[in-house]
């Protein structure tokens, strides 16, 4: 079980290109989240899907947008991207909105 | 406006002693709270949860506490242990809800 991964773990952009990242989770969850998580912040929920083929924004849903075409992937994309986009990315999924949720281990974004 | 707030961004144990993370919320909707812990370069990790209706709840070394009069909810980890030195994060859901709304996390140092 390789639970929740993220691809790519680091990556630098210029300001207004774009960019996919991918998540995948082979625990067969229904729940799953992008988060961003900057300095005295903590995670801030960017959007999320409560199953195949749905999506839902979050907390800090602007400048972003997600897919989820399979079960097991939730792509999180930056259309043009922007210095404040610099941030650490986190995945997660779970069973139940309730139940524990579990973590990637994070895609580092750096935005010239 | 932060929801979920961890006034102290670190705190600094020895090891064998107590050590106590406090997290407070304003949001009365919230009806279940988790604690996260999260080592560098990597996700952070569930680590205990407790249920509104619930005033502790204990695993192992790690106790949470609540009290909803205050809005406030601590961690106690007893004894503390180097090994424990990492970030943690409290989080509020809210009832029906499918956000965890997570504090700015408090990071913890156990000196040998």
């Not at chain 1, 999924?93 to 580092?108: D, L």
């Amino acid at each position: 079980n390789a639970g929740v991964t993220q691809t790519p773990k680091f990556r630098v952009l210029k300001t207004g290109q774009s960019m996919t990242l991918l998540c995948a989770q082979d625990m067969n969850h229904e729940y799953m989240y992008w988060y961003r998580q900057d300095p005295g912040m903590g995670l801030r929920l960017i959007h999320y899907s409560v199953g195949e083929g749905t999506t839902a924004k979050g907390e800090v849903p602007d400048g972003y947008n997600v897919s989820r075409l399979k079960k097991q992937n939730f792509l999180l994309g930056l259309e043009s991207a922007a210095p404040s986009q610099t941030s650490v990315y986190f995945c997660a999924s779970s069973i139940t909105s309730a139940s524990e949720q579990f973590f990637g281990p994070g895609t580092r974004l750096t935005v010239l | 406006d932060q929801q979920v707030k961890q006034n102290s961004p670190s705190l600094s144990v020895q090891e064998g002693r107590i050590s106590i993370l406090n997290c407070d919320y304003t949001n009365s909707m919230f009806d279940y709270f988790l604690w996260y812990k999260k080592y560098p370069a990597e996700g952070p990790t569930f680590l205990i949860s407790i249920s509104s209706i619930k005033d502790k709840n204990e695993d192992g070394r790690f106790t949470v506490f609540l009290n909803k009069s205050a809005k406030h909810l601590s961690l106690h980890i007893v004894p503390s242990q180097p090994g424990d030195s990492a970030v943690y994060f409290c989080a509020g859901l809210r009832n029906a809800g499918n956000m965890l709304t997570f504090g700015g996390g408090t990071r913890l140092m156990v000196k040998p």
